[in-house]
């Protein structure tokens, strides 16, 4: 599968931004997808996660209350509605997919599929 992640740009402190991760090849229909972020100068962190089946999501600290994942099985994509956007917030945006358990959603190396990342950035 192929993952396509779009909707990156830039907005001021307080803005909203709608991300998308558009999968080909194969159905997102399954598994868990998410978005990961990576801000300069740091490692790449969880921000959010959507199970396919359940429709359970999971949300980094930092981003709960502002940040929104869905999944729309029509259009087989994953979206991150993001409001209240931060300064702190700028990085390059990630969607990957996988199949793991719940424990280990929040961990990067169980996802097989990545996206090409979409920049984020936030002015204050």
């Known amino acids: 599968v192929q993952l396509q992640a779009s909707g990156g740009g830039l907005v001021q402190a307080g803005g909203s931004l709608r991300l998308s991760c558009a999968a080909s090849?194969?159905?997102?229909?399954?598994?868990?997808t998410a978005w990961f972020r990576q801000a300069p100068g740091k490692e790449r962190e969880f921000v959010a996660s959507?199970?396919?089946?359940?429709?359970?999501?999971l949300y980094a600290d930092p981003v709960k209350g502002r940040f929104t994942i869905v999944r729309d099985n029509a259009k087989n994509t994953v979206s991150l509605q993001m409001n209240s956007l931060k300064p702190e917030d700028t990085a390059t945006y990630y969607c990957?997919?996988?199949?793991?358990?719940?424990?280990?959603?929040?961990?990067?190396?169980?996802?097989?599929?990545w996206g090409q990342g979409t920049l984020v950035t936030v002015s204050s």
């Open positions: 990957a997919a996988g199949s793991m358990p719940w424990g280990l959603i929040r961990v990067e190396d169980q996802y097989n599929y």
């Open positions: 090849g194969r159905t997102l229909s399954s598994g868990v």
């Open positions: 959507i199970r396919w089946s359940s429709g359970g999501t």
